[in-house]
């Protein structure tokens, strides 16, 4: 048996919701996927949230910093939210001088290649005469 019961994790979590919001979870299964995923998580290499956790099993540390409020389910908009976010973090705005710079780059590297190839011809024209 899992203690605390699913029943008592599930007003843990649900604890922020104001009157008359949907709650963040309705049913065990959105429990059992959270904590195995911060279970994979400890097993990956994070920290415990919680203390004593030598000796615990990755899943029961994930129960009881859920139990504790020591992280958070998020709503369904509120990842969709977060991912945007942290898109619009990662993509950097192209800047059309950078792009015009990598262009002469590869321009320029072309003509040294190309010098190369002409000095060789003609060395090899040199030898041959």
Avoid: C, F, W
Avoid at 79 to 85: A, D, F, I, L, Y
């Amino acid at each position: 048996m899992l203690h605390p019961s699913y029943s008592d994790l599930m007003k843990v979590v649900n604890s922020e919701v104001e009157r008359g919001e949907a709650p963040v979870v309705n049913s065990r299964y959105s429990i059992v996927m959270a904590t195995s995923k911060r279970a994979r998580q400890i097993i990956s290499g994070d920290e415990p949230l919680v203390a004593g956790g030598i000796g615990k099993k990755p899943l029961s540390l994930a129960v009881e910093e859920l139990n504790q409020g020591k992280i958070k389910i998020l709503a369904e908009d509120e990842v969709m939210e977060e991912q945007e976010v942290y898109e619009q973090e990662e993509i950097p705005a192209t800047d059309p001088a950078d792009t015009q710079t990598i262009q002469n780059e590869s321009e320029n590297e072309e003509q040294e290649v190309t010098a190369a190839e002409e000095e060789e011809t003609l060395q090899a024209e040199e030898q041959e005469a």
